[in-house]
Structure formats: structure tokens, C-alpha cells
Nanobody
Framework: QVHLVESGGGLVQAGGSLRLSCAASGISGIMFSITAMGWYRQAPGKQRELVAGVSSGGSANYADSVKGRFTVSRDNVRKSVYLQMNNLKPEDTAVYYC?????????WGQGTQVTVSS
């Protein structure tokens, strides 16, 4: 059973930065290193959407709305994935979730709230 725990959310003014972290447990370091990871977000009244993903090899993909502002990275030794968010906008306000598929199962963290004030 993979367990994902996000941290790093908070309240920030528009133009500010936050760094989210997601720590994985219940998975070996070797298996974590070959597992793709993703960051999603869900704003009130909206569907959950993919923000950024990082492959086992470290290749990243981003939603158009965050390209050039967000950077996803991973540390396989720490079994963690990160989301550096710069130049935050009020429309980035949402609960951010860490996600992975492992052994044909979908795993989500509990989420961390990001609020950007204008």
C-alpha cells in the first residue's frame, strides 16, 4: 500500500512562490525510481486537473496554464517529488494532490491547500 503525503501549501500573495513536497512510503526506493508521479489540483466547483507529471527518467510535462511558472522534480533517494511554483496567480488557488499508479492501483495523497491572494 503506497502512502503519499503532501506538504508545503499555504497562503501567498500573487507573484509569490511556494514549493510543494510529496513523500512516498510503502514502496521501495528502486520501485519508486521507476514509477511516474504527478501533481493534480482541484479548485472549488471544478474538476481535478493534471498540473505536472514527471516520468521515471525525470522527463516532465505541464499543463499549459502553468508552463514557465511551475517546475516538477523528483528525488528517488528520498522517494519524494516536488513542485516549485513561481509567479503564482489567484487562479492557481486549489487543493494540490500528489498521485501515482503502482501495481495497477491509483494512489492519492490527502492534498495540500494553496491559496493565492490578489
Amino acid at each position: 500500500q503506497v502512502h503519499l503525503v503532501e506538504s508545503g501549501g499555504g497562503l501567498v500573495q500573487a507573484g509569490g512562490s511556494l514549493r510543494l513536497s510529496c513523500a512516498a512510503s510503502g514502496i521501495s526506493g528502486i520501485m519508486f525510481s521507476i514509477t511516474a508521479m504527478g501533481w493534480y489540483r482541484q479548485a472549488p466547483g471544478k474538476q481535478r486537473e493534471l498540473v505536472a507529471g514527471v516520468s521515471s527518467g525525470g522527463s516532465a510535462n505541464y499543463a499549459d496554464s502553468v508552463k514557465g511558472r511551475f517546475t516538477v522534480s523528483r528525488d528517488n533517494v528520498r522517494k519524494s517529488v516536488y513542485l516549485q511554483m513561481n509567479n503564482l496567480k489567484p487562479e492557481d488557488t486549489a487543493v494540490y494532490y500528489c498521485h501515482t499508479y503502482y501495481t495497477d492501483n491509483s494512489y492519492w495523497g490527502q492534498g495540500t491547500q494553496v491559496t493565492v491572494s490578489s
